[in-house]
């Protein structure tokens, strides 16, 4: 905030003492003051100006300024109110008052600390290469060199035999329920703590959708949850055609655990390692593991394509029937022949290129990532009423978002409060996933539970209590300072105010 001496002007000032003092204080406005020296309203420039080209003489006073109202905030207002109060008027410059209403300070645009974001894309210095070559070549398709190098970079990679690239994961998810033969009247196990994008495909497949709960270690698909649902389908006789396991937040879920269940009952996985890309699990890629694994390139995911997604597996028919389904399902015919419903969920040759470049950098972005990680909980990790994300010893997260939990009876405000104050700075924190089964377009679903009774929910505590902080791999070590130290103070916040009531008292 700019201090403001030199800033405060009466009605009764002359136009040239205006235009004097407006000069020398070089900030292009002056604040208008009553005989207390309270607020009247700012004056700009372009206001002086206008007085003048009104023909207003220099030795008149700057009484015949209407009073307008001008905008303000009060002491001690947030970042964000101050950014909006700017916003809404398309100004630059906003006076600060205390509670009388004489102003205090004033905060310029240029002084505001920028929003810091949860994620953001971070292009390396080779995607422009690729999508050049597109442009070149004339590979302006959902198809080309770009698209089919891409799926083979991306397989080699993580070490799946064979990819498909897509429209986006969601379109990845879809297909793969469809080519493991989920339908109309099928139930398909889900991991309940998850982005919508999990599920909704098995109701575009007409099929219904079992939400499992999480095990606390992981935070992903409990075993024991996962075990129970199977018993209930068994019992009834309604086993499910497929399970849909998500690796969250970078961390891949206890697979084998979780796929020697599957396997008594001989039913498919589909691994939706959409934000998982770049983690292992016991020391192999996350997303190698299902029967069809997902990936997304979402802006905000690890590596981007802006909008993409891919699908793989090691059964190569799979894969040819996906990729088959999303350039709308033309058959092998010397004319438009379709014997089967298609997607039109290819991804673009432009976009694989983006994907290319993002690709050769995907193990430099898992480390930033970890390293924001292990920065946050180095300086954090110690406070009373914060926990980190666990990672077990058979997963290495990429960290992708730093998750974690608060207490809000330590900190003395909930999930929700902390979200808002942070916000207030500017500073993107958002609110761990609302679990599938907590979401009113699913509430009819059924949902199985982590531990029994009522508290037996894993995944509701963890959305009661769970925040993600900012963690691109472009932040700036300024930019994490700064969520650091406004996070600490408000985690402590609490702690102080006790300190001070016990001395005071
Ligand atoms: C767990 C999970 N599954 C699926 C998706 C869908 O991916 P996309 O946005 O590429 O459709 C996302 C992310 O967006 C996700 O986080």
Known sequence: MLPIDGLTIRRSARLLQALDQMNRAAKGVLLVVDEDGRFERTVT??????????????????????????????????????????????????PVLDERGAPIGLWHRRELPTPILLSTPHLSEFEQDYVADAFRTNWIAPLGPNVDAFEREVADKVGSKHAAALSSGTAAIHLGLRVLGVGQGDVVFCSSLTFAASANPIVYQNAT?????????????????????????????????????????GQSADMDALQSICDEYGVPILEDSAESLGATYKGRQSGTFGKISVYSFNGNKIITTSGGGMLLSDDASLVEQARFLSTQARDPAPHYQHSVIGFNYRMSNILAGVGRGQLRVLDERVESRRAIFDRYREVLGDLPGL?????????????????????????????????????????????????????????ECRYVTHGAGDGGSVSDRLFENGLCLPSGSNMTPIQQERVIETLRGLLTENASRRVTARLAG
């Open 45 to 94: 420039d372009g206001d002086l100006r206008r007085l003048l080209l009104a023909g207003q003489p220099l030795e008149s006073t700057i009484a015949s300024l209407p009073r307008i109202e001008s905008v303000t905030v009060a002491r001690g207002a947030s970042t964000a109110a101050i950014a909006q109060a700017m916003d809404s008027r398309k100004i630059d410059q906003v």
């Open 209 to 249: 959708p079992v939400f499992i709960d999480s095990e606390p270690e992981s935070w992903n698909m409990s075993p024991v949850a996962l075990r129970k649902a199977f018993r209930e389908a068994e019992r009834i006789g309604k086993l499910p055609r497929a399970v849909i396991v998500v690796c969250l937040y």
């Open 387 to 443: 926990r980190f994300m666990p990672e077990p010893s058979w997963s290495r997260s990429t960290r992708w978002l730093t998750a974690c939990t608060i207490d809000p009876k330590v900190i003395g405000m909930t999930r929700e409060r902390l979200v808002e104050r942070m916000s207030a700075e500017r500073i993107e924190v958002r609110a761990v996933w609302k679990p599938m089964h907590l979401q009113p377009v699913f509430g």
